[in-house]
Nanobody, 123 residues
Framework: QVQLAESGGGLVQAGGSLRLSCAAPERVFDKYMTAWFRQAPGKEREFVASITRITATTDYNGSVKGRFTISRDNARNTVFLQMNSLKPEDTAVYYC????????????????WGQGTQVTVSS
């Protein structure tokens, strides 16, 4: 049962940009927080960025701060992740998820996930 749907991944050269989208096809993002996580091969899933629904307050993993921007369009039921100055170490499957509370950098706080979209950055 797919609840969130990510798109926009692909192959890009280092220094390039991609914009990921996360849509809620069945209902609006009615939860408090939406976030992006990523998982590289052989590594644990890690927090990338988050945004609250009402105030659009954002937070970022230090490794992406200044390069990635999370935003949302509630009217379109979509959350975006603009990724600039991409590096090979950004290669991973990117997931979006939403939550009604809890530590926003922790996976266990999120109870609705997408299937993920692959981002590959070549050197």
């Amino acid at each position: 049962q797919v609840q969130l749907a990510e798109s926009g991944g692909g192959l890009v050269q280092a220094g390039g940009s991609l914009r990921l989208s996360c849509a809620a096809p069945e209902r609006v993002f009615d939860k408090y927080m939406t976030a992006w996580f990523r998982q590289a091969p052989g590594k644990e899933r890690e927090f990338v960025a988050s945004i609250t629904r009402i105030t659009a307050t954002t937070d970022y993993n230090g490794s992406v701060k200044g390069r990635f921007t999370i935003s949302r369009d509630n009217a379109r039921n979509t959350v975006f992740l603009q990724m600039n100055s991409l590096k090979p170490e950004d290669t991973a499957v990117y997931y979006c998820a939403d939550s009604n509370g809890g530590p926003h950098t922790e996976q266990h706080s999120y109870d609705r996930w997408g299937q993920g979209t692959q981002v590959t950055v070549s050197s």
